[in-house]
Structures are given as C-alpha cells and as structure tokens.
C-alpha cells in the first residue's frame, strides 16, 4: 500500500512526513524488536502537540491504522503498523525542571535518558526504566517498573499530569482535578485513550547512587538466589533496587577470562546510598565469594545507562509475578536457566517488589503491585533459527512458576499473550472500569495497537 498510494499531507501539520523511498524512512520504521519488520505507508514526526492532533485526526479521516511511537522499545513491536501511519514523537524530547519546585515537564517523544540528565544536574529523578533508550511515556503509562521502585514506587507514581490528544484530536490535561477518571486509568492503561504529549513528574533528592554487580558461574545458581530471596525476606531496605539474573559472561575488564562467553548468574544492587552503605547491606551476596565483583558510587544517569540492552536483536519477552519464591521454586528458575539462549544477550531474572511499589497498589488499577517477586525471562538472539527455542524457554520460565503465581501481571513486561493477559494486567474489575474509560475516550478502538482495553459501556 505505502509504495502504490501517495498520500496527501495532513492539514495543519509542521513536521516531518516518511514515506517508502525516503532517506530516512528505514531507520524511522525501525523498532527496538529486531523480529519486527512493518512498513507503514507513512511515518509523521510531530515536533508540536498541534502536529499530533494533525497527525492523528488525518489517520482517522483516511482509514488508516494509527501506531504511537516514543522509545520503540515494546517487544510486540505496536510502535509501528503495516501500511498505516505513524505518529512519531520521537522530536518532541525536552525535558524541563524546575528544581526549585521539583518539577519536569517531559515530552512525549523523550527517552529515560533525556530525563535522567536533565535530572542529574540538579541531583533529582524518579524511577525510571532500566535502559536510557526506553521511552517515558510508554513506559510510564504502563506503569512503569524501574531499579528505584522500592524506593520512589513506580514511574507512574510520580505523575503530576499528563497532556494527551485523544482520538477526535482533542488536546486535554488530565490531573487529579481535571479529568480525573483518565488520569486513574493514565496509571497502567497504557496507550489506550489517546497520545500522550506531555507528562510532568515530581522529582525526589537522589545525591548518592551505587552499581554493584557481583558474579558467580552459573552453578552457584541457587545458593546466590537463596542469599538474596532471604535478604529481601528479612528486611532489606526499600534503598536497594536490583535483582538476581541468569545472563552470558560478558568480556569486561572485572569478569575473569574463564567466565567470558558462559552462561552464569549475577546479583545486582542499585542502591540509593553510598558504597559503604551498600556493602554493608549487600553482605551476605559478598559472603558467597564472587568471582567477578564492580562496586562502585556514580550518578543515577550513568547507572541508568550502565545497563543498557543492545538494539537489533530478535526480542521475545514474558513476565511471572510471584507471591513467595520458596526453595521449590528457586530450583525450578535455577533448572530452566540452562535452557536460557547462551551465548547471547538473553537475561533471566528476578527482582523484588514491595517497598513503595506495594504502597500504592490500590490506589491504582495494578492488583499485580502486590507481589513478592516478578520472574522476567528476556531473551534476545541474533538468528531467526533460536526463535522457537528462544520463545518455548521464557514460556517455560512462567510455566514452572505457576504454582506460586499471583495471576496478575505488568503489562510491559510482556508481548501480544491474549486478551485474557491483557485482564491479568488489571483484574477484571479494573479492567471493566478502565473499558468504559476507553469508551468515552476512544470509542472506536482507534489506538488498539497496545495492550488493548476493548471499549466498554459508556461512564
């Protein structure tokens, strides 16, 4: 369609239009998901929420699917659609803060990076994802799991308002006062009910951050995963963020040439506190005597991208919440980690909940904020031939978990798992109220590429 049609431009609009053929128009239409491949008959790069509300009311006039895209990071790749339009915020990602007020005024098109800098200069930020190239408002209308939550709760915690355009192209804020029902269901509903132009948050102190990560061959498996689940049991301080992960050695000055390119297991401790405070707290991870230790203070910006996952890998993600994590089920995650793609980037791991993130979780429609634990397998390899191998291990990885299964689930950690996951994500009740917020802001289903609320009855 996008090579046989030559769409006009849309009115009012003052960014940027792709079609196929264009320079720019491949690298645009690509996604974090290398398993993705769609070409959108046209990709609009708005620099301006005018050019949004352009943008969207032309796909809808036209017919065409409308696809939301701020990070590309999503791995059922919804950022993009065959043959229909694009709105690509990805120009629109200042970052404004107001560190007297504590404030920032995020674009809608800005990465956790963008935000992190912006916040590091003035020693504030809030919980963010766990790689800077991550979009924030996908991330945070999710919900928005990040290393300090514990500490800060999730990234949607921290929403002050949010400036949407909905599907009649109407540009609204929605804030405790003012449109108050969307804004409940701006906390964890994710892209439904329209595209999200601006967020503001409120920033907390933040003037001392560690990154410790400690490594073991993978055989040591279940002693770390029992030091750490007994750490987190016993009262570990909501300061320290992180988890335990399967994952392949990489080849870094502080891992050992033996280690390099095997599948092993590592704790990791972000902590917002010093080094001494968190050796100290991290003691028992230490006592296990790693053979590959880095510990060291720097920023929380740098800490935020320390991490990051690499582009252009075939992505397949899948998400277990967990209301304990006893010895049965330690061996069962230590089992299945051989299964694990390796050597590749593919992770398995496990992070605590509780802290802050359960603080809130009636507060908003997320019943999956009351677990213990969150079982993450994400895989990413390079070869089409490891996807079936790939997608039956992170299956697996939930599947041997069921029986201390929450039955809820976050949505973004996951991809396309049926309409039934997609309640998981809310609990039926949450979902009902948060379909018939869908209906009065979307009735049409306009931005179903996402976790999909189906519209409801009227509020």
Known sequence: MSETIEWSRPQGFGGVLLRAGDAAYDDARTVFNGMIDKRPAMIAQCESAADVQAAVRYGVGQGLEVAVRGGGHGVAGTAVTEGGLVVDLRRMNSVQVDPFARIARVGGGATWGDVDRAGQKYLLATTGGRASTTGVAG????????????????????????????????????????????????????????????????????????????????????????????????????????????????????????????????????????????????????????????????????????????????????????????????????????????????????????????????????????????????????????????IRWARDVCSDLQEWSTGYVYLNFIGNEGQNRVIAGFGQENYDRLSRVKCEYDPENVFHLNQNIEPGWPL
């Not at 102190?205 to 990154?211: D, R, S, V």
């Not at 993600?317 to 050597?343: G, I």
């Open 139 to 390: 991330l945070t209308l999710g919900g928005g799991s990040g290393w300090l939550e514990r500490k800060f709760g999730l990234a949607c915690d921290a929403l002050i308002s949010v400036e949407l355009v909905t599907a009649d192209g109407r540009l609204l804020i929605a804030d405790e006062t003012k449109n108050a029902e969307l804004f409940w269901a701006l906390h964890g509903g994710g892209g439904n009910f329209g595209v999200a132009t601006s967020l503001t948050f409120h920033l907390k102190q933040l003037p001392t951050t560690t990154l410790a990560l400690l490594m073991w061959p993978a055989s040591m498996g279940p002693d770390v995963l029992r030091a750490y689940r007994d750490l987190i049991e016993q009262g570990a301080p909501d300061e320290l963020g992180g988890g335990v992960i399967y994952l392949t050695g990489p080849p870094e000055e502080f891992v050992p040439t033996h280690l390099h390119g095997e599948l092993i297991v590592g704790a990791a401790a972000i902590y917002a506190g010093s080094e001494a405070e968190t050796r100290e707290v991290f003691a028992p991870l230490f006592a296990l005597a790693p053979e590959a230790e880095m510990v060291a203070e720097m920023p929380y910006a740098d800490i935020q991208s320390a991490l990051d996952d690499p582009p252009g890998f075939r992505n397949y993600w899948s998400a277990e919440h967990l209301s304990a994590f006893p010895d049965a089920a330690v061996t069962a995650f230590a089992d299945r980690a051989q299964d694990m793609v390796s050597p590749s980037p593919s992770q398995q791991a496990i992070v605590p909940w509780g802290g802050a993130v359960r603080r809130s979780a009636e507060k908003w429609p997320q019943p999956h904020r009351q677990a213990a634990w969150v079982v993450h397998p994400f895989g990413l390899w390079s070869d089409p031939a490891g996807d079936t191998r790939g």
